[in-house]
C-alpha cells in the first residue's frame, strides 16, 4: 500500500499535489494550527510528517507516531521545533527548506533596515494622525545606510545574502561575527570579528543566527550595553535569542535607538506587549519568507524531501543530525 503522509495545514498546493500520486494523504486543512491532540491522534501509523515551525515535534509526537515514521518534514529553515536527539532515537529523518527562502527573508531583512532607520512607524503615523504639520528641516530624521557600519550575527545563507544587498546602499563596513568563519565572506566584503567587536563598531546590529542552546537569549542585556547608543538592531531569526525584556528596557532607556524584529516571543505577541507602546521599535508578525513564490517553493522542498526519505533515496535538504 501507499505511504501516508500527514500534513498538519492548510499550505500551499505545490506540496501536496507532489505527494498525492504517490501516497496517502491526510491534511489538517485549516489555516490555524492543528490542535495537540489532534496532532497525537492523526500522527498514528503515518510514514511520514509534514509539519510547520508552530508545531512541537518532540518524543511525544514521535512515540504517538510509532514505527512506521520515517521522516518529518519541516515548511521552514528553522528547525528549533523539533528535538533531534529524539529523531536520532527513532530513527526519524528530518527535511528542512534552506536556500529557497534566502532571498525573501534578506529582503524582508532589508525592509526592516529601512523601516527603522528612516522611521517609517513614525512617518506613517504622522500621516494618519495629522501631526504632520509642514516640511521641516529637522523632523524624522534617521541614520540612513550611506557610509554605516552593519554587523551580522550569523554569516549563512541570509546573512551572506543580506550583506550583498546591503552594498548597493553605501554601506562603508560589513562586519560578522559566527562560530566559523564563511570562506564566501571576502566576496560580500564581509569581515570576520569578535562578537564584542562587532557590537562595539556597528550602526546596525542583525540577528541571523538559528535559535540553538548556544544563541538562545543571547541578546541580553550585556550585549544591548555593548552596542552604541544609535545602534538599530533588527531580528529575523528566532525570538528566542533575544531577551526581550532587555531588549525593551534597552529601548525604553536609550541604550540603543531602535529595533526591528520580524520575530518574538511568544508569537502571536500580545497586543498589550510593551514593546508596541515604543515609537523606535517595529513588529512584524513572522512574514520573512512571505513571498507566494517562496512559500510555494518551500511547500514543494518539504514534499521532495519527504518522497526521497519515502524512497530511501538522498533527501534534496537534510538536517543533518549526527
Ligand atoms: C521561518 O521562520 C522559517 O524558519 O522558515
Ligand atoms: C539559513 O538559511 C541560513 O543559513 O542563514
Known amino acids: 500500500s501507499k505511504p501516508s503522509v500527514y500534513i498538519t495545514r492548510r499550505v500551499p498546493e505545490s506540496g501536496p499535489a507532489l505527494l498525492a500520486p504517490s501516497c496517502q494523504v491526510e491534511q489538517w486543512n485549516k489555516d490555524d494550527p492543528v490542535p495537540r491532540e489532534e496532532l497525537l491522534k492523526r500522527v498514528q501509523g503515518k510514514d511520514a510528517l509534514f509539519c510547520l515551525l508552530t508545531e512541537k515535534i518532540d518524543e511525544e509526537v514521535l512515540k504517538a507516531a510509532g514505527p512506521q515514521l520515517k521522516v518529518v518534514g519541516t515548511m521552514s529553515v528553522g528547525y528549533d521545533h523539533i528535538d533531534l536527539t529524539a529523531c536520532k532515537k527513532y530513527n526519524v529523518k528530518v527535511g528542512f ?33 495629522g501631526t504632520w504639520g509642514t ?50 565572506a571576502s566576496e560580500v566584503g564581509a569581515t570576520y570579528v569578535s562578537k564584542d567587536e562587532l557590537l562595539a563598531n556597528s550602526d546596525f546590529v542583525l540577528a541571523t543566527c538559528a535559535l540553538t542552546e548556544e544563541t538562545k537569549g543571547m541578546f541580553n542585556k550585556d550585549l544591548f550595553k555593548k552596542m552604541k547608543k544609535s545602534a538599530i538592531f533588527i531580528n529575523t531569526s528566532r525570538g528566542g535569542v533575544v531577551n526581550q525584556e532587555d531588549l525593551y528596557e ?19 505577541l500580545p497586543t498589550d506587549s510593551p514593546l508596541l507602546t ?45
Open 97 to 129: 527548506t534552506p536556500g529557497v527562502l534566502t532571498n525573501a527573508v534578506a529582503e524582508l531583512t532589508m525592509a526592516l533596515l529601512l523601516t527603522t532607520s528612516r522611521r517609517l512607524k513614525e512617518a506613517m503615523a504622522a500621516v494618519a494622525n
Open 135 to 184: 516640511w521641516k528641516p529637522m523632523w524624522l530624521c534617521g541614520p540612513g545606510l550611506d557610509g554605516a557600519t552593519v554587523g551580522i550575527v550569523g554569516l549563512g545563507r541570509i546573512g551572506f545574502t543580506i550583506a550583498q544587498c546591503l552594498r548597493p546602499f553605501g554601506v562603508a563596513k560589513i562586519l560578522y561575527s559566527d562560530k566559523f568563519e564563511n570562506p564566501h
Open 250 to 268: 534597552a529601548l525604553k532607556s536609550g541604550e540603543i535607538g531602535a529595533a526591528g524584529l520580524d520575530v518574538t516571543t511568544p508569537e502571536p
Open 278 to 322: 515604543l515609537d523606535n521599535c517595529v513588529v512584524l508578525p513572522h512574514i520573512a519568507s512571505a513571498t507566494d513564490k517562496t512559500r510555494s517553493a518551500m511547500s514543494e522542498l518539504t514534499a521532495k524531501n519527504i518522497l526521497a526519505a519515502l524512497n530511501g533515496t538522498e533527501m534534496p535538504t537534510e538536517v543533518k543530525n549526527d
